[in-house]
């Protein structure tokens, strides 16, 4: 299988155990109530209690580092 697949099928699961997300409620500027989820690793779902029922996600991709080598023919 392909690593960065199996990472992406993974958001939200930690292998060590899982632990319950964090849920906040509020409002947003127009008064509307919002409730914003977020879990483990950081990713946040909120949902607008609105005419549209909107709903924002925000994910939070792990660094990649990447490094080049120079190469010359002998």
Do not use: C, W
């Not at 483990?40 to 609105?50: F, K, P, Y």
């Not at 939070?60 to 002998?74: F, G, L, M, N, T």
């Amino acid at each position: 299988m392909n690593e960065f697949r199996e990472k992406l099928l993974s958001i939200g699961f930690l292998k060590g155990g899982q632990t319950k997300p964090r849920v906040q409620y509020g409002r947003d500027a127009e008064g509307a109530r919002t409730k914003a989820t977020t879990d483990e690793l950081g990713n946040t779902v909120t949902e607008h209690n609105n005419k549209m029922d909107q709903v924002d996600v925000r994910i939070k991709a792990p660094h990649i580092r990447v490094s080049s080598q120079e190469v010359r023919d002998a």
